[in-house]
């Protein structure tokens, strides 16, 4: 059964078949808002193959969590910041000489706010 209401899904490669005996695909877009370089995988040109197949566009919009040391500067003076403390980063003893300020903590490790 098709349906004319647009809506949107968030979509991996595996949920294909899924999504055209669902009968889902007519008019769809693919917005891509990972790391462009993922589609230069296998398994990122396999997908863009499979959207080529079925004439689904592609739109790449790269959304992302890691900010640049030059916005978390900023950001930590824009908020006055009494300790910035290096969290999802391989290099934390490098924010020494970034921040004035920073507290280093172990991975997994609780403390109050």
């Not at 078949?17 to 769809?28: I, N, Q, T, W």
């Not at 959207?51 to 992302?64: A, E, N």
Request: proline fraction near 4%; charged fraction near 25%.
């Amino acid at each position: 059964m098709k349906t004319s209401n647009a809506g949107s899904v968030t979509f991996r490669a595996s949920m294909g078949r899924e999504l055209e005996r669902a009968g889902c695909l007519d008019r769809a877009q693919c917005v891509w808002s990972l790391w462009p370089g993922y589609l230069n995988s296998l398994s990122g040109e396999r997908m863009r193959e499979w959207l080529r197949d079925r004439q689904i566009s592609l739109t790449v919009l790269h959304s992302s969590g890691h900010a640049p040391v030059e916005d978390l500067q900023r950001l930590a003076a824009a908020i006055n910041a009494d300790r910035v403390i290096p969290i999802h980063t391989n290099a934390p003893a490098l924010y020494d000489d970034l921040f004035a300020t920073v507290e280093q903590r172990k991975d997994g490790e609780w403390w109050n706010v």
